[in-house]
């Protein structure tokens, strides 16, 4: 198979008078987005509008860049993502509009509208096959996002508690699903309770949708209602003192490989493109209602219409870069207790497992994980 091709460049200005959202548009038509049929066509550009409280997502002008490019090219754009399972602030239409406005992502700045893409309630969705999916036959993608001709993905490189990154797959996969498709790729395995690490601070039962986790006042400890408990591992991500882990020992690879196969099911049969920002590289995901200070340095934008090439591009910049100090990943890596296990994210998040996902992601033939990096200055 011939290497895909993924562009890059760092995040140096080319000259004064000229920004970084100028350099996206540059790179993006470097990489070819020119070559898609956008005349008339509804373009979707999924994104991720950031939790309140999260500052780490990318800036609405990086959007409004590559929204001028798709209008420029005749194309009829609007920014979108899905409503999410567990509580916050972007759990239903209306208050994840209400989010993305605080977080400065309004028709006036980003220069097009805001579709939530599975509806008010995150039921308005549509069953889409899987072609060679293992683990999905369908997938349960959000309504708007299949109504587009075209679909570009417009991701946030960072890290991640369970898939070890999020990046362009996880954008598309996780991020398209409506909230019942979120629940399927999550169903893998229930999260335990090591009682004797538990501290009680009731920390990961503000995090829970699903009722599915319960304080017992004798012991003041928490307790998992494996009933109820969809494996949606926002506990995990919560708790400071890895008091939660997996019970399934495998269910962040099938976590993944469910990941993967929801974007194939996304991005398979029509024009596609992609773009992610290793900026702001913090250890947990956009959804977190807080960023902490980022393990590794910005590094640059990439864009490809390869998603899988893209993301290997991502981890192996990442992997080359050096841990940011202070960091989550930097103080693990000074503990001398801490295994090393020679790897930024799993260093960083040592209960992730990310490989899985682009190996599958191959295996399905959503891309291919051989690239020839091409450098834009």
């Known amino acids: 198979m011939e290497k895909s091709k993924v562009y890059y460049t760092d995040f140096h200005t080319r000259k004064l008078g000229e920004g970084l959202p100028t350099k996206l548009q540059l790179l993006a038509k470097k990489a070819g987005i020119a070559n898609l049929d956008l005349d008339g066509k509804f373009v979707a550009i999924k994104m991720h509008f950031g939790e309140l409280g999260n500052i780490a997502y990318l800036r609405p002008n990086y959007a409004r860049a590559i929204v001028d490019v798709v209008k420029e090219l005749g194309g009829k754009p609007f920014l979108t993502d899905c409503n999410t399972m567990y509580p ?11 989010c993305a406005w605080q977080n400065g992502f309004t028709p ?5 509208p805001i579709l939530i893409g599975d509806g008010l309630k995150g039921t308005d969705d549509i069953e889409v096959p899987v072609v060679g999916g293992e683990y999905c036959q369908t997938a349960k993608i959000g309504r708007a996002i299949m109504d587009a001709d075209v679909f570009i993905s417009l991701t946030h490189f960072k890290g991640h508690e369970s898939t070890g990154f999020g990046g362009t797959i996880k954008n598309i996969g996780m991020g398209c699903g409506s909230r019942a498709g979120k629940k399927e790729q999550h169903c893998s395995g229930t999260p335990h309770v090591d009682e004797k690490l538990c501290r009680g601070c009731k920390q990961c039962f503000k995090e829970c949708a699903n009722n599915g986790l319960e304080y017992d006042e004798t ?15 926002r506990c995990l991500g919560a708790c400071n ?29 029509r024009p596609n493109f992609h773009i992610s920002l290793i900026v702001d590289v913090s250890p947990n995901c956009d959804c977190h209602a807080e960023n902490d200070l980022p393990i590794l340095p910005n590094i640059g934008m990439l864009a490809s219409f390869d998603p899988l090439a893209l993301d290997q591009a991502c981890v192996d910049l990442c992997m080359k870069a050096k841990p940011m100090p202070g960091s989550q990943l930097d103080k693990h890596l000074h503990d001398p207790n801490f295994c090393d296990h020679h790897d930024h994210f799993t260093n960083s998040t040592p209960e992730s497992e990310w490989k899985s996902c682009l190996e599958h992601a191959q295996k399905i033939g959503l891309g291919n994980r051989e690239y020839e990096l091409i450098e834009m200055k």
């Open 88 to 98: 916050g602030s972007r759990k239903n239409a209306l208050e994840h509009l209400e």
């Open 241 to 269: 003192f890895d008091a939660i882990s997996f019970n399934n020992y495998n269910a962040n690879e099938l976590l993944n490989k469910r990941m993967a196969e929801y974007t194939k099911a996304v991005v398979d049969g």
């Open 219 to 233: 012991t003041h400890k928490m307790y998992i209602n494996e009933t109820n408990c969809v494996g949606c591992g």
């Open 108 to 112: 006036l700045t980003v220069g097009c």
